[in-house]
């Protein structure tokens, strides 16, 4: 079905060990290429509007992520979000975002049996697509027992070294895949209501050591930072994440080389700190957004629809500058992903209809730079 594939199932040039991940021996090997995102989006452009796939060192990403946070632990939301993940996959989404512990450990595993059958039907292959994860949260029955509570801040946050490998490993079992593509740093900044900021440094510097080397031994390609308050919040707070201090830890760590290359943060229609907060001096006041982009970083937006509230009565004179649109969801992700600097905008999918909707968009150009602008002045 998909041209380019050798009679072994692999790209031609494509080599990737077999290394058993521990906790699950069935396991895909492979990752995101950039000549098999090239395959995928091949596929779909045609049907697709200029801007809808993004390229990032080489890969090509849909502009639109599905992501999992939300519903219940149980087997009914298990099956939507499989349904959910094929469908969006089949109509040319080929961005997944997850955590071990959304939806205790299960989302990851739906995102596992999702995969497993679509490369099952060759309807893609794992070079094709982009999966994301992230720990950092203790997780019920993902808690490993060499954890000290010297390693864990409030009971609930840890970034000990072994940890994150174990975390690592785990969802690269409940994924199904050899090698995850981005492994987030789940929320750090939750260490620095508990630990000072040199020792907080001091953390993160163990934990991009640990990553760079995971990244060596091909368990990750790329690692990063999923935050909700630390890029959001104004220079000096005591919970600010400072993305050119952590830049220079990942230098120290990785050399000019190193893998710290994706960030995620909430952007949406009710929270543009990233774009709109000037916290950073130099040539001119730079944002979050603006320090990702000199720096060759990728950016991810996260609740692009606030937990579905933008998704349903946004204000009319709002509404009215986002032309060829249907529904206030589709207008709160044209937003999202139409923000400078964004590469992807995430949104919640776990049913079939969600995600027609939402893809719908594939169809329309996202706003262009004066058109976005105009979304920030009154009348």
């Known amino acids: 079905m998909v041209c380019g594939i050798t009679a072994t199932g692999q790209r031609p040039g494509w080599r990737c060990n077999r290394e058993a991940v521990g906790y699950n021996s069935r396991v895909t090997s492979g990752f995101a290429t950039p000549q098999g995102t090239d395959l995928f989006t091949a596929r779909f452009s045609a049907g697709c509007a200029s801007g809808f796939y993004r390229t990032f060192d080489g890969l090509k990403a849909s502009s639109i992520g599905l992501g999992t946070y939300l519903g219940n632990p149980d087997e009914p939301t298990d099956k939507a979000y499989r349904g959910a993940i094929s469908a969006a996959v089949r109509g040319g989404l080929n961005f997944l975002d997850t955590a071990i512990n959304y939806r205790n450990t299960r989302s990851e595993q739906s995102i596992g049996a999702a995969l497993s059958d679509l490369f099952r039907s060759g309807d893609c292959q794992r070079d094709e697509l982009v999966v994301a994860t992230k720990a950092g949260f203790l997780t019920p029955g993902a808690v490993p027992s060499f954890l000290k509570p010297d390693d864990v801040v409030g009971g609930m946050h840890s970034m000990e070294p072994r940890f994150i490998a174990d975390q690592i490993d785990r969802s690269r079992s409940n994924l199904g895949l050899e090698t ?109 957004l603006d320090v990702a982009a000199r720096s060759h970083m990728a950016v991810v937006a996260s609740a692009s629809l606030l937990q579905s509230k933008l998704s349903r009565n946004l204000p009319e004179g709002l509404a009215s500058k986002f032309g060829g649109l249907e529904t206030d969801a589709q207008r709160a992700i044209q937003f999202a992903r139409s923000t400078p600097g964004i590469t992807v905008a995430l949104v919640g999918m776990s049913k079939p209809a969600h995600v027609s909707e939402n893809l719908a968009l594939a169809k329309v150009r996202p706003l262009t730079e004066q058109q976005y602008a105009g979304l920030y002045q009154t009348a």
């Open 180 to 288: 995850i593509d981005i492994f987030y740093l789940h929320n750090p900044e939750t260490q620095l209501n508990f630990v000072i900021r040199d020792e907080f440094d001091g953390r993160i510097r163990l934990a991009f050591e640990a990553l760079e080397r995971m990244v060596a031994e091909g368990k990750i390609r790329y690692y990063g930072t999923a935050t909700w308050e630390g890029y959001r919040r104004p220079g000096g707070a005591k919970d600010t994440l400072d993305l050119v201090r952590l830049i220079e830890i990942a230098q120290e760590q990785g050399g000019p080389q190193h893998h710290f290359r994706w960030i995620q943060l909430p952007l949406n229609l009710a929270m543009v700190e990233a774009f709109a907060n000037r916290v950073y001096e130099g040539d001119g006041d730079l944002s979050v």
